[in-house]
Each structure stands twice: as C-alpha cells, then as structure tokens.
C-alpha cells in the first residue's frame, strides 16, 4: 500500500494547447483521472495552463496555428474543461478572476486571464495578486549561490497568498500568438505555492502505481542532489541497458541509497516529471547562457534537455568530469522493476481521437474494405483473344 503525498508539498501544473479533437475534454479527462494512480495527488493544488494560438489558413498544432473553425472548438474546449474541472475538484467553491500582464522576458510582456478556486469565501477574499515576476529576478541577482532550500525558505514569494484549489491561466485574447511550453510552465510556475511541482503535458497519462510519497520523501532528504524525477515511457524501458549506452552517455546506475528506484538521466523530458520548485525557478528565471534561454514557442528539452545531454557525453572528458556534470543538473528516471514497467502512455494530442471518432473512423474503414471486396474486378484480356483482335483488324484492312 503507498502512502500519500502530503498536499503541502506538491503543485500540479498541466499545460494545454489546440489539439483536432476540440472541444472534446475526453484527451484531459484521462490525464486528469490518472492522477488517481498517485495517492494523494488529487488533494494537491491544480493548475491549467491554456496557452494560446495563432489564427492561420492552414493548421500547424506543434506551433499553434489553427483556423477560425479550429479556435471556435478550442475556445468550447477552454470553457468544458473549466466546467469539468471545477465539478472534479468539489473543494472548489468560490472564483476570483483578474486580468494580468506577465513579463516572459525583459522586453515581452503578454496578458493573461487568471481564475482561481477557493475552498472558503475568506480565503477568495484575501487572493491578492501575486508579486511581479522582476521582484524574484532581483533576489535571484542578489542572491546566485543560494541552495535549492535556502531559496525555499528564503523566498516564498507566491506562498504568501491562500492556497488555491484549482487555477485557470489562460492567454487572454486567445489569438495573440501560443507562448509555447516553456513560457506556459514559467507561467504556472509562478503561481505555485508548494516545494516540489508535477508538471504534466495534456496527452500523457499514467498508467501505473506511482510511489509520489516516496519520490517527494526521497527529494527532501537528498535536496542537493536530486531535482528532476521523470516517469518510465514506453520507450524509455531498460533505459540503463538500451538507451544510455547506445548514445555513448556514462552509466545510468542504481542509486540504492535514495531508497526509491531511481536511476542517472543525462536527458530533460517535457512529458510528465516531478522537479523542486526552486530548481525550476532557476531554469527559467535566472538561468544563464544562450542554451537556458526559453523564446516563445520553445520546449525544455528542445533547449535545456540538449545541452545537458551533449555535455553529459562531451568527448574528451573523463568519466568523473561527465558525471560531475549530471550531478549539477540533478536528473534522474524512476525505475520501478529494474526498467520494465512502463508508467505513461502517450496518447499523442495532435492525432488523439474520442470514441466517437474512433467509431467513425472503423466504420468507415470497414465500408471501404466491404465496397472493394464487392466490386467485381475487371477481367483481364488473355493474349491470345488480343492476338486474335489484331488479326482481325489486319484483315479488315
């Protein structure tokens, strides 16, 4: 039996973007109920990040461009998902909503529509807006070597308000441009109000027992050295034996002494992971070097995970040398069963279809193969008759 994650200490942030299949909340829907696989999870603090789009004559979902018909179905999409949400998470009583600007970089600042969910009327009250972002880009100036602890105890800018139950960012007008993933975690980000964040991607669900109790534990104890945690995908199974050594990376060996399965990851996965609050904050607030800095559009492991991974297996390094620089990053895979459990299951947003579809789709696919099987074929002229047609012809002739 595991046992559940204390709701102080997580924030779970799930980024969202246009997909085919709006405005069903079938694809969401599923990544949210498989939270149940992490006892306790449900009780933390849940954030829904909405991340915008471009209007174009043709669709491109990787980078947002949609059409007017495609936005109509997203913005139904946006309004479902609230309304689903919202009923999911009865603690969720009393909303407050007010129009922000964030300042993504020092020169682009873009508005958004926050809508928060409180338990009590009292707490919805005292909801004062978060501090600017600049205000922690000071004290990360001021302060560069602070621990990951110290800045947890140092700098609770965004604890200072109630603690929400459900939070809803959306890019407000809709249609400004889609900020991207990167931008979209440094805007849930900020809001969160707990230690450690599990962020989520809207097409991965999980699909087995995750020890969440465990990992968090695991990440006190080993505060320095553990800041990442991503979860077992299908292809990352036998992760230490498969993949690490084919890509000339150091060994991903067993750390037995964390006292939860875990192993070295020399690469940083968008998809569904668990990461310190702080540590996140440096990446995307304070980070420093051409390869940390997230434009608009980005993904993390499009940027951060790359650079790590080719400095993981940086040729002419030693081995000490290459390890010494896992160690900065602190990145590690759970790694139940020695690598053969699979724990996500990507359900691909951009070719995700309901059970409707689905439907259809069979449907479809079986007239097809019932009409070609009907149709009688036509018959082939043997040589012979087509010798004899041409004799005929001659003659004639």
């Not at 070597?145 to 140092?154: G, P, V």
């Not at 019932?370 to 003659?395: I, M």
Request: proline share 7%.
């Amino acid at each position: 039996m595991l046992l559940p994650v204390d709701p102080a200490c997580v924030d779970v942030v799930l980024t969202s973007s246009p997909i085919r299949s709006n405005p069903s909340i079938a694809m969401v829907q599923q990544v949210i109920e498989s939270l149940a696989h992490l006892p306790g999870i449900s009780q933390c603090p849940l954030t829904l990040v909405f991340d915008g789009y471009t209007l174009a004559e043709e669709e491109a979902h990787k980078s947002g461009r949609i059409t007017a018909e495609s936005a109509e179905r997203y913005h139904a999409y946006v309004a479902a998902t609230k309304t689903w949400v919202v009923g999911h998470y009865p603690r969720a009583q009393h909303a407050v909503t007010r129009s922000m600007a964030f300042h993504f970089t020092r020169h682009e600042a873009r508005p958004f529509r926050l809508t928060e969910y409180y338990a009590s009327l009292a707490e919805a009250d005292a909801a004062l807006p978060p501090p600017p972002i600049q205000q922690l880009q000071r004290f990360y100036a001021a302060h560069p070597t602070h621990a990951s602890m110290e800045i947890e105890t140092t700098v609770p800018l965004p604890q200072r308000r109630p603690r929400a139950v459900v939070r809803f960012i959306e890019a407000a007008p809709f249609d400004a441009g889609r900020i991207g993933f990167a931008w979209a975690v440094k805007l849930g980000m900020w809001f969160a109000q707990s230690p450690y964040i599990l962020q989520l991607q809207h097409d991965w669900e999980f699909i087995a027992p995750i020890d969440i109790h465990g990992l968090v534990s695991c990440m006190e104890r080993h505060s320095e050295a553990v800041q990442y945690i991503a979860f077992m995908g299908k292809r990352s199974l036998s992760y230490a034996d498969r993949i690490a050594p084919a890509r000339g990376l150091p060994p991903a060996d067993a750390m037995p002494d964390y006292g939860v399965p875990l192993r070295r990851l020399f690469f940083f996965y968008d998809r569904n992971h668990l990461m310190r609050t702080a540590r996140y904050y440096r990446i995307m607030v304070h980070a420093s070097g051409a390869a940390f800095k997230f434009s608009r559009g980005d993904f993390i492991e499009d940027t951060y995970g790359q650079a790590m991974t080719a400095q993981c297996r940086r040729s002419g390094a030693t081995m000490e040398e290459r390890l010494a620089v896992h160690d900065q990053y602190g990145v590690f895979l759970n790694y139940p069963h020695d690598g053969a459990e699979q724990q996500l299951r990507h359900l691909h947003g951009r070719k995700f279809m309901t059970e409707a579809e689905r439907d259809r789709a069979i449907r479809y696919a079986l007239e097809q193969q019932a009409e070609r099987t009907s149709s009688p074929k036509p018959r082939s002229r043997s040589v012979s008759s087509s010798v004899s047609d041409a004799s005929s012809a001659s003659k004639q002739a």
